[in-house]
């Protein structure tokens, strides 16, 4: 094999302008370099870099592709080819060869891997879409891969199925949906020829005539029925191709049909400016030839779901062979081939879905690569700004992921307990931090601890740890079970001192929160430090028969060693009855009551849905009355706000600003911090719930605020 050459050595000059080539000075300058050296298929260079110029030129004939096409290897045979190929072909030829190098680098790590799981497939067609810079570099890779398993074709080779079935999932789907049809139908051909060698040929032989032949009989009915259009004064576009192998292997292997079944093996499409139009060549074409009335559909009148609309027949020519004609106007053209109803979603089971961006980038990229059509697109920049990546694992899985994303992210997309554990990642084999942003196309390998959780530096915002919002709400979630795994334990062991005191350590946790109303110790444990209830009704729930106490006469009148109310609640058909709102759930209007009927001290006033007062009343219903807010528009009420926020210094003053701001009157605060995060409880004075969920909205929007809730 050929050394590879320095740029100076093959004529690079770094202070010399840029040089116009084309595309036969291209390949004089590199096919010397290429020498005898070969491709890992056994090709020689100069042979596969003449096959892809010979494939695109008819396709386009654009000096920078075919220039491109040439010098696909350049970086094998040059040191520093990107400036020897900006100096000597310019900055667009120079990024056609980095982008499609890239993409073959890419074949051969996934390649090994295979694609049987549909959804990697099409993650790796988003993949290689969203890796180029110029997206004509698609065009190349896809002349590449044909040229190929042309060189497998005629070498004979057997030994290709890889290559064979790759090209059926990644690479003939994406010829489809640019509709470069010309590539699509030998792509797909030569890989069932690989993969399925005697039913390619049993269908060969099936077909009457080599495919030139079909091509004729093709040629000579778009000649007749362009004639046809021409003496009725129609102006339209008439165009066909016969039906390739593999696409008849699909329709008889779907559809359970013989060959004779088959009408479409020879298909013309007439494309004309009305809907009338239609129905005239219609009445023309089945006038000349002899229509198969069960093969007429008119998806005009009746569009299909997706929208589609077209008329399909079915004629038999004057040989006696099938030909089918479809009959639609310009506008439903570009709607089957552009919109929702498109040939490539049609054909793949996705009809009716959304355009999304790589719809777009698909639609820009027919425009550029449309015969004799001109796109005016600045090289080496993206068509649009994409909001997703596309990475590997080290097995050469594809990981998608929005744009921004880091190893953290990476790895919570793998799994959520790989996320948990991640303390560093190798990006294509370096360590690097863990807030790095990853681009399309990096190998993302993750470091894991054996146990352990995430940092709460990973949500803050600022370090740029996690960009994906489903790994904030994961990492969240974590720490919430944490929280609540904690107050469990605390509630727990607050229960077993009780118990202790009362000398009651045999009763069972499980039995006492069935009698206090819990579905579980858990939700009983929780409570406990929240104050949801007062523990002196574990006594009370303990009892073996607890005295059926008479209820008691109402208070009337108010004891004089009460406090004066700054509230009122009215108990229904009761005046002036001594009320106080429970400390365990703190009620303010317009929250739904509940009265509770205690001893000694009046009426005892709950939110309905408290736990502790739904447990009071399971126990003692004859207690519980009927109450409702008065209609004093001065009273203000007690409620406690509790705050989880990162401690920081001034937190504590911007809170109170907030609700100084919405006029709440702060009567008493508890704070706490451990490791870096404060818990914070404020009781204040509010008039009704109204203000206290816009204080609690106000408060939530404090840097560092994790949390706040209503206790």
């Not at 005697?198 to 007749?224: H, M």
């Not at 009335?293 to 008329?311: H, M, R, T, V």
Request: with cysteine; charged share 25%; glycine share 6%.
């Amino acid at each position: 094999m050929a050394a590879v050459r320095g740029a100076e050595e093959v004529g690079f000059d770094a202070g010399a302008a840029t040089a116009a080539l084309d595309p036969a000075a291209a390949r004089s300058i590199i096919a010397p370099l290429y020498g005898e050296r070969t491709l890992t298929t056994g090709e020689p260079l100069a042979a596969h870099a003449d096959g892809i110029a010979a494939i695109v030129r008819p396709l386009r004939d654009d000096a920078d592709l075919l220039c491109a096409a040439y010098l696909f290897a350049a970086h094998d045979v040059v040191r520093d080819a990107d400036d020897w190929l900006r100096s000597r072909f310019g900055a667009g030829v120079a990024q056609l060869v980095s982008d499609l190098r890239t993409l073959m680098r890419l074949s051969e790590r996934t390649r090994p891997r295979g694609a049987d799981d549909a959804a990697q497939a099409e993650a790796l067609r988003k993949m290689l879409l969203a890796m180029v810079n110029d997206l004509r570099v698609v065009l190349l890779r896809l002349a590449s891969r044909l040229q190929t398993l042309r060189f497998f074709a005629a070498a004979r080779r057997s030994d290709v199925a890889d290559f064979a079935r790759e090209t059926l999932q990644l690479y003939a789907p994406l010829a489809n949906r640019l509709g470069i049809w010309q590539l699509k139908w030998e792509l797909e051909d030569l890989a069932l020829r690989f993969l399925e060698p005697e039913t390619y040929k049993r269908i060969a032989a099936w077909l009457d005539g080599k495919r030139a032949e079909r091509e004729r009989f093709i040629e000579r009915a778009q000649q007749e029925l362009r004639a046809m259009l021409a003496a009725a004064g129609i102006e339209g576009e008439v165009s066909g191709r016969p039906k390739h192998i593999y696409s008849i292997w699909r329709k008889m292997t779907a559809k359970g049909l013989a060959f004779d079944e088959l009408y479409d093996v020879r298909a013309l499409r007439v494309i004309v400016g009305t809907v009338a139009q239609c129905y005239q060549v219609l009445s023309l074409v089945q006038a000349r030839w002899t229509p198969i009335a069960a093969e007429f559909d008119d998806y005009i009148a009746k569009p299909k779901p997706n929208g589609y609309q077209s008329l399909h027949t079915v004629v038999i020519d004057d040989g006696g062979k099938p030909l089918e004609i479809q009959i639609r106007t310009r506008r439903m053209h570009e709607f089957a081939e552009l919109g929702v109803a498109a040939h490539w979603r049609y054909k793949e089971g996705q009809a009716g879905k959304e355009a999304t961006r790589d719809d777009q980038r698909i639609a820009w990229l027919r425009q550029l690569l449309a015969w004799r059509q001109d796109v005016d697109a600045p090289q080496g920049r993206r068509v649009a700004a994409d909001d997703r990546i596309y990475v590997l694992t080290p097995q050469a899985k594809v990981v998608e992921l929005p744009a921004g994303s880091t190893p953290i992210d990476f790895a919570y997309h793998v799994h959520t307990d790989l996320g948990h554990r991640c303390r560093g990642a190798r990006v294509d084999g370096a360590m690097v931090p863990l807030n790095t942003p990853l681009v399309t196309g990096q190998t993302v390998e993750i470091i894991a601890a054996k146990s352990g959780g995430p940092s709460r530096d990973w949500l803050n915002p600022e370090l740029g740890y996690l960009a994906s919002a489903r790994s904030r709400t994961k990492v969240r979630q974590w720490f919430n079970a944490l929280e609540l795994q904690q107050t469990i334990a605390a509630g727990r062991e607050i229960l077993e001192k009780e118990l202790q005191r009362l000398g009651k350590t045999a009763v069972k946790l499980e039995d006492l929160a069935r009698r206090l109303g819990f579905a579980s110790v858990d939700e009983l444990c929780a409570a406990v430090p929240k104050e949801e209830f007062n523990l002196r009704s574990i006594e009370q729930a303990l009892a073996a028969t607890p005295a059926a106490a008479p209820a008691p006469a109402p208070l009337i009148g108010k004891p004089r060693e009460a406090p004066p109310a700054k509230g009122r609640v009215l108990v229904v058909g009761v005046d002036s009855l001594l009320t106080s709102l429970a400390r365990c759930c703190r009620p303010v209007p317009p929250d739904d009551i509940v009265g509770f009927v205690t001893r000694g001290k009046g009426v005892s006033i709950h939110r309905a849905g408290c736990a502790n007062a739904q447990a009071l009343a399971r126990r003692q219903p004859e207690r519980v009355i009927e109450v409702a807010w008065g209609a004093d528009r001065d009273a203000v009420y007690p409620a406690e706000i509790f705050v989880l926020a990162q401690d920081r210094q001034g937190l504590l003053r911007d809170i109170s600003e907030v609700l100084a701001r919405e006029k709440l009157n702060v009567i008493a605060v508890n704070t706490a911090s451990h490791r870096g995060e404060a818990r914070m409880s404020f009781t204040v004075e509010v008039a009704d719930g109204t203000a206290l969920r816009r204080a609690l909205a106000q408060v939530a929007e404090v840097g560092g605020v994790l949390s706040v809730r209503r206790r």
